[in-house]
């Protein structure tokens, strides 16, 4: 008699949990745009990412599958409590799936933690904290467009090897700043070029005249700006003041093009930086860059952020169409995404490392002067690539937990 | 007119009642807000701000003296809690005589907010003492110039992670009993934690002691003219209101679970004169009511982006030019009532 209760009960058990599967087909995904709206960001990041994200959903073509796909947009005001309140306030009430772009690196960290916690995704795509892949990687956030590493290593090797073999260091005098000098110079001394002396300034200085004298009579080829924001900006203008970069070379590392506009390329011309996405590099990037430029404001092409932000959540929704249904289970999904290989017109082919690197080629490039610039936004000519194996932190040094079975 | 018959009254006990009444009714709609459907996070976060504006309000409000510098007790407090839940050492590089460091481990959330207490009360002492010797402006000044000298330091020390902040910091149990990471839990706990600090700061008003600031503030000579040592009255309040600040940081750090120089920066201290002045300065719960205002704002209007500060500014505005008193300042002038 028992075995016979228990095989009923048995049955039972499988008709519900076949029928739970059934259920599970849920199409409703929801996608939160944690980005800056108001303040330095707003121009990189911004409305735009919004607008980036709203046509990588038009563009997967899941609408006509019948799939319900919200998109939202949030402003943390870059600060990181506000930006996890506004996370776990998503989650909690508005059923988030998703979370992309959050640029501001305090911030991102800080949503890293919410959306481990909340088991959503967490696709970073303005954060440039290397962090997010290392220390403090989750098995819910995939790191897409760049990151701190990688823009010190590509500027640092791919300088040095095109003959700027010896460099002086201008650091904002903190931990990030320090921490790019550190990176660029562990490039650029393999890549067999040598360090002639730094000096340090405090954050946010209006004065960079001493430093800038000294980085000129260091006799140095190259000049890097382990600094960012509003200090690479002013160190630029003054450089370009005291006229430097005629002897010697400017390399920002941390620079976006939305800085290069608001420098002027009178102020920026012969200034080196790495980005990996450039509106204007191949047909892909171009035919991409004039749907969004229609619908932008200010006409405007996409920076580097915004197009990881609709190259990230295409391949978000491209996993979730290839899972047949949204399991609202964030690390299930970045685990398909992590299986699945990378392909859109922005980054081109590529992959996501075990640690939730998503890894592209980088490109060093170098601003354009005035008189061959042909077209608003024209500001770039390529110098270097640095492909996608070598742009980023190799496996073997990143101290992410993930990758320690 | 009206202060000879409130004097001839005994307006203490009067005063009182009313705020006795209206601590009830507040103790009984923040026991409620779980069951209201309210998103509780946000009510906590509120309650963190309401209780760092109310330290902020004991020094401006009662004794006269206006601190732009206020957000370094909250983030002082704030970063050693933090530190203290997730790493717990304390280590210390002294020129000539070498290092030594204490690890105690991650330590419960009780002696975390402990930690955090006391570095804030060295921090008040410390800054007490150089910035009360000035008045009105100055020691505004003052204030700032050591709260920005803070910041740059906070920005600099590896424990504090610079702008990344400190992340992740584990909730826990508090006294081993109550778990943390359980909302309903943190919010009750949150919710007891603030209300313990105002009604501390409800008893300084209504005692000798708070009568003496309110004396110092509306006239010092005279006051130090019947004897009293206005420094170290004015002292007293500093470190009080530095401490109760560094409670309100202490608790955000379980809400938030960060610590970053967001806290720290001087934009903090200025929200904070924002918050009392929308709420009404000198009022008992003005700074309560100014800061699920401006944190509301801040919470429910982010979609709005870039007009949260415009906002923000027109508010402020429209509350100096029209209701000076505050909201509930203007209310308790209708009424007649003390609040």
């Known amino acids: 008699m028992s075995h016979v209760i228990a095989r009923l009960l048995l049955g039972t058990a499988i008709a519900v949990t076949t029928v739970s599967a059934a259920a599970a087909q849920d199409k409703n995904v929801k996608i ?99 962090d997010l892949t290392n220390a403090q990687c989750t098995p819910n956030t995939i790191h897409w467009t760049y990151d701190t590493y990688d823009l010190a290593y590509g500027t640092g090797t791919a300088l040095t090897k095109a003959g700027g073999d010896s460099w002086f260091f201008l650091t904002a005098d903190y931990a990030f700043g320090s921490a790019l000098e550190r990176d660029t110079t562990n490039a650029l001394t393999a890549a067999g070029g040598k360090v002639t002396g730094s000096v340090k300034h405090p954050l946010n200085t209006s004065d960079f005249s001493s430093f800038l004298l000294q980085a000129q009579s260091s006799g140095a080829k190259v000049i890097g700006l382990a600094n ?11 450089a370009a003041e005291f006229g430097i970069s005629k002897g010697q070379k400017l390399a920002a590392l941390l620079l976006f093009i939305t800085d290069v506009k608001s420098i002027g390329l009178d102020l920026a011309q012969g200034l080196s930086f790495t980005e990996t996405f450039y509106w204007d590099l ?27 932000v609709y190259s990230g959540t295409l391949h978000y929704l491209k996993a979730l169409e290839a ?14 995404m992590k299986e699945m290989p990378t392909d859109d017109p922005l980054f081109g082919k590529g992959s996501i490392q075990p640690n939730g690197r998503k890894i592209h080629p980088s490109y060093l490039f170098e601003v ?22 070598q742009a980023f932190t190799p496996l073997d040094k990143s101290t992410c937990s993930l990758l320690k079975k | 007119m009206t202060t000879i018959t409130d004097n001839s009254i005994p307006a203490q006990t009067r005063g009182t009642k009313d705020e006795m009444i ?56 704030g970063y050693v809690t933090a530190h203290m839940a997730k790493v717990g050492t304390i280590g210390f590089k002294l020129p000539l005589i070498g290092e030594f460091m204490i690890n ?58 610079g702008e990344d902040g400190i992340q992740g910091i584990p909730q826990g149990m508090l006294f081993g009993l109550f778990d943390l990471s359980q909302p309903i839990t943190l919010y009750y706990v949150i919710m007891v934690g603030f209300l313990l600090g105002f009604l ?79 709420g009404g300065l000198a009022t008992l719960y003005g700074p309560v009511v100014g800061a699920f205002v401006i944190i509301a704002m801040q919470q429910y209007l982010a979609g709005f982006g870039q007009w949260v500060t415009v906002i923000q500014g027109v508010i402020f505005v429209v509350c100096v030019l029209t209701f000076r008193r505050g909201i509930v300042g203007e209310i308790a002038h209708l009424f007649k009532r003390s609040l």
């Open chain 1, 32 to 130: 939160g745009v944690l980005t800056d709206l108001s303040g330095i960001y707003a121009d990189l990041a911004g409305p735009g990412s919004t607008l980036a994200a709203q046509m990588a959903v038009e563009d997967s073509g899941l609408k006509a599958k019948g799939w319900t796909i919200d998109v939202i947009s949030g402003d943390h005001q870059h600060k990181p409590d506000i930006g996890a309140n506004l996370a776990r306030q998503w989650f909690d009430r508005e059923k988030m799936d998703m979370i992309t772009d959050v640029p501001n690196s305090g911030v991102a960290l800080a949503v890293n933690n919410v959306v481990k916690e909340k088991n959503g995704v967490y696709i970073n795509s303005g954060g440039g904290t290397s």
């Open chain 1, 323 to 336: 899972m047949g249904g949204n399991p609202h289970d964030g690390a299930k999904v970045v685990a398909k």
């Open chain 2, 104 to 161: 105690m481990g991650p330590l419960s959330p009780e002696l975390s907010i402990v930690f955090g207490l006391i570095a804030a009360l060295v921090l008040s002492v410390v800054t007490g003492l150089i910035a009360i010797r000035r008045q009105g402006i100055y020691f505004a000044m003052i204030t700032l110039a050591l709260s920005q000298l803070i910041f740059f330091l906070y920005l600099q020390t590896p424990f504090t992670h």
């Open chain 1, 282 to 308: 191949n047909d892909g990037t171009r035919a991409f860059s004039k749907r969004y430029a229609e619908r932008s404001k200010g006409s405007a092409p996409p920076t580097m952020v915004q197009a990881g």
């Open chain 1, 228 to 238: 960012a924001g509003g200090d690479t900006s002013t160190t630029i203008k003054q």
């Open chain 2, 22 to 77: 209206a601590f009830v009714i507040m103790t009984a709609l923040l026991v409620a807000v779980p069951f209201s459907g309210l998103y509780p996070f946000f009510v906590m976060q509120a309650l963190c701000f309401a209780l760092f504006a109310c330290a902020f309000n004991l020094l401006i409000g009662y004794g006269g003296l206006l601190s732009f510098g206020h957000a370094m007790f909250m983030g002082t407090a």
């Open chain 1, 368 to 389: 354009k002067k005035p008189s061959e610039s042909k077209a608003p936004w024209d500001y770039y000519k390529l110098v270097a690539t640095i492909p996608a194996d």
């Open chain 2, 200 to 278: 501390i700061i409800f008893r300084t008003i209504n005692s000798p002691f708070g009568e003496v600031l309110k004396a110092i503030r509306e006239n010092e000579p005279r006051a130090v003219s019947l004897g009293y040592k206005t420094d170290q009255y004015k002292l007293l309040a500093f470190i009080l209101s530095g401490v109760l600040a560094g409670f309100a940081g202490s608790l955000k750090v379980f809400v938030a679970q960060n610590a970053s120089l967001t806290d720290v920066h001087w934009t903090m201290s200025g929200e904070v004169v924002l918050i009392t002045l929308v």
